[in-house]
């Protein structure tokens, strides 16, 4: 079983649900998506991005959510939506409540003539696992013969952690100029960011208190 890291603190909610909406329109989505090389580099993977926005986007259309369109952001767009993510997950509820939404989604919206808009946003990475497990593995049983030759068991090697995924996700409301709506999913357990399974299961944990 995957446990989730989210809600409690550091959700938000206005109590708005999807019959509160006449719809809403996808921003994006946004990924960044990371690369661990053999040689422990870790780079950022344009094709892993891409595929993990594809993903979500897809995801998104099949879980319930009144999500009309998906409405494609500009390089401009991306970086502003990155910052506002980055701007709010660092903010208590009350000051989440007072927030202004970005400039440039803002007007956006009301291109798109649609007052709600949904943003998400992805990080994650994933990594060589041949040889990082190789490399673990002699780690491991060489520190274990270290352990048991000096009479102690303290020393912890922990398993390679190969993937991770974490998403963020916000309801803007360009009527009132505010979030209806925050939250994010970190499960405490290893997620490859493009497995639709697991992606889908974060998705839903994100959504849950807002579907009913």
Known sequence: ???????????FYTGFTSEDMEGMVLLGPCSEQYFISEQEILTYNDTL???????????????????KRRVQLDSDQTMEAFSFMNLIKN?????RGNQSIPLLLDELLETERQRFGLLICANGYSRDTTGYAKRQEETYWSGRVYAISTGTMTMYYGL???FASIIYAVILD????????YNFSRPEEEIYPLD???VRMQLMDIFKDFYY
Do not use: D, W
């Open 174 to 181: 360009s009527k009132t100029n505010r979030i209806v709506y």
């Open 91 to 95: 903010q208590n509820g009350k000051k």
């Open 160 to 162: 390679p952690t190969y």
């Open 196 to 198: 639709p399974k697991s």
């Open 49 to 67: 991005s891409i595929a993990s926005e594809s993903l979500i986007a897809s995801l998104v259309e099949n879980i319930g959510l009144p999500v």
């Open 1 to 11: 079983m995957v446990i989730f890291s989210s809600c409690s603190a550091t959700h």
